[in-house]
């Protein structure tokens, strides 16, 4: 009877939300993404904060597809990038990872391969001979259960079998998105396992504070509080050293508009074409939700941070859009025109023992806690 409900409430979504001063914003046709997927129903749903944030979200794999908030002068933009129907994102032409949750392993792991308890688990090629993001069928490819749904919050789980993607253990996920009256998108994960696993998740929502569409995000204003970096090699695996940040582009332990040194020389920029590296959170205690990063956008005043209980995040900087395919309002997706701040454990971990863990033992519960809070200056 649950799922019947969630599937009816799905259908009647609204195609306006009301935000605050009661204007409303234009939403996609949730008739747009109703599909039978793996003989299971993929939806569209709307949530709002009650104080100006309105989101949609499909649950072929979590995906978050429009997120409207105001700038200074209460005019709203939708400030993530997406397509307009469900079918764009199965048979995908372009961009993969709009807006979903990213796993069983989030970033990447060197020749899809590692070991665990002695035993080799090979893993889905897909990124220049490395594994990324889950694989050639991840998480962001799954269509979850839509075990709850109310005003400004949805609840999703999905059981992974064991062997899926190559990796071991049947773990089970239970995944939170929650828009707060204080206009936070907070993301909270679960999972457990029947077997020992590495597991690393992440939100890979592509931000862009002026709208999706409306230009280069390499006049955002970001700050990033970390000391180091794990640098990569020429195909985004860490080294496994730690590099400091002072003196170098990296270091946005204050303000920076992140075109100010994107193009300079050096060889990490090199490697990643730009920034597409995992920073290593300042002073985390283990349970600890921290302010891990700010992004401001100067022009119309919108202002994300970044919370999170995780000891990385990682910021690409768009460098890999092309301009060949179109968004979900018609404009093309062009070069450096979104960023991701993904929060996580590192790149490769469980191939570098002097990394943070991903290991997870039957008995013991993964948890991560991701904050995405909006406003303006």
Known sequence: ????????????????????????????????????????????????????????????????????????????????????????????????????????????????????????????????????????KGL????????????????????????????????????????????EFKIVYTATTDKATVINLSHHGIFNLRGEGNGRITDHILTIYADYITPVNKVLIPTGELMPVENTPFDFRKPTAIGERIDVENDQLKNGGGYDHNWVVSNRTTSEIKHVATLYEPTFGRVMEVWSDQPGIQFYSGNFFNGKVKGKYGKTLNYREGLALETQKFPDSPNQPQFPSTRLNPGETYTHTCIYKFSTK
């Open 1 to 136: 009877m649950m799922k019947i409900l969630v599937i009816l409430l799905a259908a009647i979504s609204l195609l306006s939300c009301k935000v605050e001063k009661k204007k409303e914003v234009a939403l996609l046709d949730a008739n747009k993404f109703a599909m039978l997927v793996d003989e299971k129903n993929v939806s569209l749903y709307t949530l709002e904060s009650g104080n100006g944030v309105c989101m949609q979200v499909t649950n072929l794999g979590a995906r978050v597809v429009s997120l409207w908030t105001p700038d200074r002068k209460g005019n709203y933009e939708d400030i993530v990038l997406g397509y307009e129907n469900i079918d764009r994102y199965i048979h995908n032409e372009g961009e993969r990872f709009l807006g979903p949750v990213v796993g069983r392993y989030a970033n990447r792991i060197a020749n899809g391969q590692f070991s665990l308890d002695g035993v080799t688990y090979n893993l889905p090629i897909n990124n220049n001979g490395q594994s990324l993001h889950g694989g050639l």
């Open 140 to 183: 962001d490819m799954v269509v979850w259960d839509v075990d709850k749904i109310s005003k400004n919050e949805i609840n999703f789980s999905y059981i992974s079998s064991d062997g899926e993607e190559g990796y071991p253990g049947t773990v089970r996920y239970n995944m939170s998105y929650i828009l707060t009256p204080e206009n």
